[in-house]
């Protein structure tokens, strides 16, 4: 491994180490340069039904925190509900992440004001008119020059109705989560293969696109691509061929390239789907 890499490690390792030895050293959620609370897209829950909280995250000028690949150095944000009896919580639904610097390492991570969609089923037993209180333990790390692990115990109280709006204050958060989710697009030829220890993507636009943006970058779902190198981006006609370095800790083979490619640009001929959706065989 080499210097670099030892050295993110050792300090990632030790903030971790003091949050769990020693929390009365870290500040409460609202004096940290950092704060997140739980929020509701609409007004109360239905029994019965689906609904959607929110991990709303705010940070200071400077601070960060992590995707759910964080790339080679920082943690994702995390909740370990404690929900009532009935009550179920589905995976993280992330926001689309930014390429942010920690120290001279990339990182997939958030600044300024951002809304993780987290999905809930509520049980068909409720009765309209009571209140109902849904929370769990949060863990996240923030960093700016330096890295501070946080905690919280974050709650949300809800009514029981028969028929819930949406919250007009928190109306734009979700929708501009949800307008950066990946999707697929027509068009576009997306492929990839293995080379030694680095992955090739290759993008290749149908005659009606536009030349692919030099400006691509891949997000890994998994932690599989680094992040301390520039990826390569060697044109291929009117495509591009991405070629990114595995990381040491990558499985010897990947069977699917999970993902999206993210350009400035866009994919569509508006511009306004800047996340191209990828999901893809890679080694057989």
Known sequence: MNPMKI????????????????????????????????????????????????????HDKGWHTYWKNPGDVGMAPSI?????????????????????KMGIVDVQAFHGEVTHILPMLAPDNLKPGKKITLGGKAAWLMCSKTCIPGYADLE???????????D???????????????????????????????VEIEIQPEPAQPQVPLDTYFFCDANHMTTQEKPERVPKGRGLVLRIRKTEWAPPKISRLTGHLHSKKGWNPKGTILNLKVDIPLDK
């Open 156 to 166: 949300i109280t809800l009514p029981v109705l028969r028929k819930a709006k949406v």
């Open 80 to 100: 370990q509900w404690k929900l009532p009896k009935g009550f179920s919580a589905k995976p993280f639904q992330w926001a689309s992440p930014e390429l942010l």
């Open 7 to 58: 050295h993110w490690y050792r300090t990632l390792t030790h903030t971790l180490v003091l949050s769990c030895l020693a929390p009365g050293l870290q500040a409460a959620n609202e004096a940290q340069p950092v704060k997140l609370r739980l929020i509701c897209e609409h007004d109360g829950i239905v029994p019965g039904q689906p609904f959607n909280l929110g991990l709303n995250i705010r």
């Open 168 to 198: 007009r204050k928190w109306e734009k958060g979700f929708a501009t989560t949800r307008a950066g989710f990946p999707q697929v697009v027509k068009g576009w030829q997306v492929s990839a293969k293995t080379i030694g220890d680095h």
